[in-house]
């Protein structure tokens, strides 16, 4: 079974200009959560999608969003770059029900801003 | 706020057992997830402590007391590819976050 995948890699931005991550998860698994994660701050929750609606979310301001696609694939935009925004962004798929909740991350697009 | 507290960092040598502790301020959450990411890589689940107590997975031991808002990761017989970050998670039971992470643990492993 193929892994967690996102595209693209690695990512270059100018502040002011916006980006899309994108996110495809295991197969079956309709949950998508997305991290931020630097190094002063860790591990920070910013949404997760389930069945194409928003059900959970973090601190973060409105210039980060996201979507779900029916084929639980995932999007996330982040608007109007800010150099605070250069991170690991972590995309995690899980399955509904899940006995140990477990969460399948993917390798990450590492985002420079500047 | 919620929070959960880890040492930045944890030194031990090869063979050697090592506790990395985890320590909350949350109202409420389901059970408390470890997590190990090596340098570049993803994070990947290790154990999920739904109920207080010890839950064994091989090289590896979680605990949970919820009396004590405390957790900790046992790694037994180190060895180098154990070198890595730990975190440790809750999925709270209110709130608008899925999941809390932890601060993170470096550990290096000593040959």
């Known amino acids: 079974k193929a892994g967690v995948t996102q595209t693209p890699r690695y990512l270059i931005k100018t502040r002011g200009q916006q980006v899309t991550l994108s996110c495809s998860p295991i197969s079956g698994h309709r949950s998508v959560s997305w991290y931020q994660q630097t190094p002063g701050q860790g591990l920070q929750f910013l949404f997760e999608y389930f069945s194409e609606t928003q059900r959970n979310k973090g601190n973060f301001p409105g210039r980060f969003s996201g979507r779900q696609f029916s084929n639980s694939r995932s999007e996330m935009n982040v608007s109007t770059l800010e150099l605070g925004d250069s991170a690991l962004y972590l995309c995690?798929?899980?399955?509904?029900?899940?006995?140990?909740?477990?969460?399948?991350f993917g390798p990450g697009t590492r985002l420079t801003v500047l | 706020g919620q929070s959960l507290e880890q040492p930045s960092e944890v030194t031990a040598v090869e063979g050697a057992i090592v506790q990395i502790n985890c320590t909350y301020q949350?109202?409420?959450?389901?059970?408390l997830s470890w997590y190990q990411q090596h340098d570049g890589g993803a994070p990947t689940f290790l154990s999920y402590?739904?109920?207080?107590g010890l839950e064994e997975t091989g090289r590896f031991s979680s605990f949970l007391s919820r009396s004590d808002s405390y957790g900790y990761l046992l790694l037994q017989e180190l060895q180098m590819k154990d070198s890595a970050s730990y975190f440790c998670a809750v999925n709270p039971t209110s709130g608008t976050y899925k999941y809390i992470f932890g601060t993170g643990t470096r550990l290096k492993v000593l040959a």
């Open positions: 949350t109202s409420g959450f389901y059970g």
């Open positions: 402590n739904a109920l207080d």
């Open positions: 995690a798929s899980s399955l509904e029900k899940s006995s140990y909740n477990e969460q399948f």
